[in-house]
């Protein structure tokens, strides 16, 4: 009888701390290196904006160790530490963002998934609202992360529309040289936990 009890309170005991090691969650946190890039076209030439002061976190359900899900995914970038080699550009769309009413741009995922392409490497989807100038939109983005041990590298692309913000594309020189509307954001994020 007492060696059906060990046996019951090993098995119980073992259940436990394999649903406790299988539901736990791993937070990353971006670290130096991080960017995220605006770039975007015009009457004239190409142009892009970068930043390097961000905050992001991703907390991942992990299972035997290894990212399963993505519990969350948060995002945020100071308007104004977006800059351009150009900075009357950098001004004007600091502007055109109402940056100083409306500092941060900001992501927050509402619904996420994962899909391993090999050993390495995962591609990620966050659903979330992004909020620029005071206006949120639901948005969906991608990312290819390879896994470094405690680092993951998550880089992706997504294109936007500044008017879906209710920004009004930046104009120069009396409106001779006009920013288009269309945009895209390249991220490349290092997560460290």
């Not at 770039?39 to 390097?52: A, C, I, K, N, Y």
């Not at 680092?151 to 009396?174: E, H």
């Amino acid at each position: 009888m007492q060696i059906i009890k060990s046996i019951l309170l090993i098995t119980v005991f073992s259940i436990v701390n394999n649903h406790a090691v299988l539901s736990q969650n791993q937070t990353y946190t971006a670290t130096e290196g991080s960017y995220v890039e605006v770039r975007g076209t015009s009457t004239l030439h190409d142009w892009s904006m970068r930043s390097e002061i961000l905050t992001s976190e991703v907390v991942f359900n992990a299972g035997n160790g290894e990212p399963e899900s993505i519990e969350s995914v948060v995002f945020i970038v100071q308007k104004v530490t977006l800059e351009s080699d150009n900075a009357r550009l950098h001004r004007l769309a600091h502007k055109e963002m109402d940056a100083e009413n409306h500092p941060e741009i900001t992501f927050q995922s509402t619904g996420n998934g994962i899909s391993w392409i090999n050993d390495d490497t995962l591609r990620a989807t966050a659903e979330g609202d992004l909020t620029v100038s005071g206006v949120t939109r639901q948005i969906t983005v991608e990312a290819t992360c390879a896994n470094e041990g405690r680092l993951f590298i998550c880089s992706g692309t997504k294109d936007l529309r500044m008017t879906d913000f209710d920004i009004d594309p930046p104009r120069l020189f009396l409106g001779t040289l006009r920013t288009h509307d269309d945009i895209t954001v390249e991220f490349s994020m290092m997560y460290a936990r």
